[in-house]
């Protein structure tokens, strides 16, 4: 039988008082279809990193945060860096701290507005193409000019945040928890 999306109120009313045992396998599996957000649209998506054919659009897929406040005004694919007050600046690898808390924005945001972010997972954007192209496989770095921009070449001082995994479409894994800094 196919999972089967229900409403709130059915698996409310499903899960109301089970006493006579009537809850089925296939009724757990539906709530936990209806649970899951177009995150979790693939098969595996709760035990394995996304994979590139599941982008078939620009954006990002993997652990996103939500309604997170910037302090400037914010590009797609932008990488920020968590302030000691909690908000979120672009990222540039020569003025700020070494090792701090990094994620991607996943749409432009405008300063003092919230918006989703990504903190680990796949990041496609069209205009990467040109960048990554001939650097499959090649680690992908904090620039140490533009705050908040990506570079494939090494620059002054180091931070690779990431892995490119298509260079055709501009995709990249961004791990900036496993990056490695330097100068």
């Known amino acids: 039988m196919a999972d089967t999306q229900r409403t709130r109120a059915a698996i409310l009313a499903l899960f109301a008082d089970n006493v006579t045992g009537q809850i089925s396998a296939q009724d757990l599996r539906d709530f936990v279809v209806t649970l899951m957000n177009s995150e979790f649209a693939y098969e595996g998506d709760f035990r394995s990193q996304p994979a590139t054919a599941q982008l078939t659009a620009e954006g990002g897929r993997g652990w996103k945060i939500y309604s997170q406040v910037v302090d400037s005004n914010i590009s797609f694919g932008n990488i920020l860096y968590m302030t000691i007050s909690g908000t979120w600046k672009n990222a540039d690898v020569i003025s700020n701290p070494k090792n701090c808390l990094l994620a991607a924005a996943m749409s432009n945001i405008t300063s003092g507005?919230?918006?989703?972010?990504?903190?680990?997972?796949?990041?496609?954007?069209?205009?990467?193409?040109?960048?990554?192209?001939?650097?499959?496989?090649?680690?992908?770095?904090?620039?140490?000019?533009?705050?908040?921009?990506?570079?494939?070449?090494?620059?002054?001082?180091?931070?690779?945040?990431?892995?490119?995994?298509?260079?055709?479409?501009?995709?990249?894994?961004?791990?900036?928890?496993?990056?490695?800094?330097?100068?």
Not at 114 to 130: D, Q, T, V
Not at 171 to 182: A, H, K, L
Request: overall charge neutral; charged content about 15%.
């Open 113 to 183: 507005d919230s918006g989703i972010l990504l903190r680990r997972g796949l990041i496609f954007k069209s205009a990467y193409s040109g960048i990554f192209s001939g650097f499959l496989g090649q680690p992908v770095y904090l620039a140490s000019v533009a705050g908040g921009s990506i570079s494939v070449t090494i620059t002054t001082s180091v931070k690779i945040i990431g892995v490119v995994e298509n260079e055709a479409n501009g995709i990249y894994r961004f791990e900036p928890d496993w990056s490695v800094v330097g100068s």
